[in-house]
């Protein structure tokens, strides 16, 4: 899942964007109001932990012009002020959830992992295609060219997250969580031969090759030629 980090103090935003990173997501980090008020807007997060006191832009201002743009994603107010006046006005302006600095990740980590699951999920289709591959979500079955594809649970699982993040490179830690429910161990080769198996399921007979390895980052799945 992407996340959204706008924090002007250089070292907290480094720390929740390597803290969150760790955790599985993909963390995008904005310095400063204007930067993630153009990000909020133009690019798509799963959830965005804003801090209420930035230099240019503040909070307040970036999640009122997002809702005023009809755009529902969820909003951790991340910030020192702690009056019930400003906790009250966060919520009114469509926040959904206000951490006051200092704080504990673990307690940041519970409360964005919360967010996420009761969040609004984006209408789904029941099925997802790319090029001449066909997911059909309900009955978790796949085919290529024409072609059934048997796949297990788990492959199902990975090729569905691949194909919903198309274009995107998704690091091992992402889909070790995402499809294992598990924290990434870099000393395990089990999503690289879960990529590899799915590999020759998906590609081998067929063309355009979709699933594809960026070297030192991680895997997508693109009609264009990756690394390999």
Known sequence: MRLLVVEDEQKTG???QQGLSEAGFMVSLAHNGLDGHHLAMTEAFDLIILDVMLPDVDGWRILQSLRDA???TPVLFLTARDSIEDRVKGLELGADDYLVKPFAFAELLA????LLRRGSSPVQTDQLVVADLILDIPKRRAQRGGKKIQLSQKEFALLELLV???????PRSLIASQVWDMNFDSDTNVIDVAIRRLRAKIDDDFSPKLIHTVRGM?????????DD
Request: aromatic share 8%; net charge neutral; hydrophobic share 25%.
């Open 14 to 16: 480094e720390y929740l």
């Open 70 to 72: 009809e755009k529902q």
């Open 111 to 114: 409360r964005v992992r919360t």
């Open 164 to 170: 919903r993040r198309q274009c995107e490179v998704l």
């Open 218 to 226: 991680g895997y997508k799945l693109d009609m264009e030629d990756g």
